[in-house]
């Protein structure tokens, strides 16, 4: 049990385009999901964490209106990327914990390539 | 905020061979600790976890145990293998909204 699903695996986009990235819970019901980014060869940074009915709350750093979050249901959160540069090349990495849940399950991830 | 510490990598061992990686953490309160690892291509999974002072996870061969006077979470292995090649992430995560914290990752090699 416990599995988390990203869509899409992989994308490459254009300079000014959005992009959105869906996580999903398949066996679980998540109230709070987790959006990570990892730069090639280093650590997960801790991108906003969201609670389902609530705005997300960002980390320092991290511009809202540049990445919007959005969890609308227990089972789905979605990422997206506005006007996306290409700075924001990256691998976005969601989790997931549901109500008696300790643990967080991490999605496959999503890399993103923008041109 | 909670800071992690990793030992730096690559860690190139031979098969069979004994696996420190360190890891020590800063913390408000009391964490719970965990150990994840990224296999090549593919995403986070847990290996282990603690939950208080002196606990000790183990999976898979690995085992940690929670040490707060010294605010480490070692993780350890008797006799690696090639499969366990990956990227090991040590990761305190805070009481209150649970969120994790990641050390920069150690990598592992190993070698037949």
């Known amino acids: 049990g416990a599995v988390v699903s990203q869509h899409p695996s992989r994308v490459i986009c254009k300079s000014g385009t959005s992009v959105k990235i869906e996580c999903r819970s398949l066996?679980?019901?998540?109230?709070?999901m987790f959006w990570y980014r990892q730069f090639p060869k280093q650590s997960l940074m801790l991108m906003a964490t969201?609670?389902?009915?609530?705005?997300?709350?960002?980390e320092q750093g991290v511009e809202k209106d540049k990445f919007l979050i959005n969890h609308a249901s227990l089972t789905l959160s979605t990422l997206t990327v506005t006007s996306a540069h290409p700075e924001d090349s990256s691998f976005y990495i969601c989790?997931?914990?549901?109500?008696?849940?300790?643990?967080?399950?991490f999605g496959p991830g999503t890399r993103l390539l923008v041109l | 905020g909670d800071s992690v510490t990793q030992m730096e990598g690559p860690v190139t061992l031979s098969e069979e061979a004994f696996l420190t990686i360190n890891c020590t953490y800063t913390?408000?309160?009391?964490?719970?600790l965990f150990w994840y690892v990224q296999y090549p291509g593919e995403g986070l999974q847990l290996l282990l976890k603690?939950?208080?002072?002196?606990d000790k996870g183990s999976n898979k061969g690995f085992e940690a145990t929670y040490r707060k006077e010294t605010t480490s979470f070692h993780l350890e292995k008797g006799s690696v293998q090639v499969s366990d090649s990956a990227v090991y992430f040590c990761?305190?995560?805070?009481?209150?909204?649970?969120?994790?914290?990641f050390g920069s990752g150690t990598r592992l090699q190993v070698q037949p």
């Open positions: 989790s997931a914990r549901g109500t008696a849940r300790e643990n967080q399950y």
């Open positions: 066996d679980f019901q998540a109230t709070t």
């Open positions: 969201s609670n389902e009915g609530s705005k997300a709350t960002y």
């Open positions: 913390a408000t309160g009391y964490p719970s």
């Open positions: 603690a939950t208080k002072a002196d």
């Open positions: 990761a305190p995560s805070d009481t209150g909204r649970r969120a994790l914290t």
